[in-house]
Nanobody, 114 residues
Framework: QVQLVESGGGLVQSGGSLRLSCAAS????????MGWYRQAPGKQRELVAG???????NYADSVKGRFTISRDNAKNTVYLQMNSLKPEDTAVYYC????????WGQGTQVTVSS
């Protein structure tokens, strides 16, 4: 069983930055592909960024060049650095761990004001 706890969300003005963290426990973090997803009101949950066990990354087109995903295997933590935030980035952000099965955190709210 994997437990994921997100932190770092909040209210920020357009153009600002936030750094989300997701701490994993209950497993060997190294073996999991990690990702950040988001869900805005009335919309489906979408992949924002992912990082493999080998460190390869992928991003949604809407966040390329603004967001950076990283992982620290020694700390069992994955991060999402979000720069140049826009109002359309407003959503609940969820951490995901995948290794044949998906595990989810409880989510953290990010609100970007215009």
């Amino acid at each position: 069983q994997v437990q994921l706890v997100e932190s770092g969300g909040g209210l920020v003005q357009s153009g600002g930055s936030l750094r989300l963290s997701c701490a994993a426990s209950g497993t060997n973090f190294y073996f999991y592909t990690m990702g950040w997803y988001r869900q805005a009101p009335g919309k489906q949950r979408e992949l924002v960024a992912g990082i493999t066990t080998g460190g390869s990354t992928n991003y949604a087109d809407s966040v390329k060049g603004r967001f950076t995903i990283s992982r620290d295997n020694a700390k069992n933590t994955v991060y999402l650095q979000m720069n140049s935030l826009k109002p359309e980035d407003t959503a609940v952000y969820y951490c995901n761990a995948e290794r044949g099965h998906d595990y989810w955190g409880q989510g953290t709210q990010v609100t970007v004001s215009s």
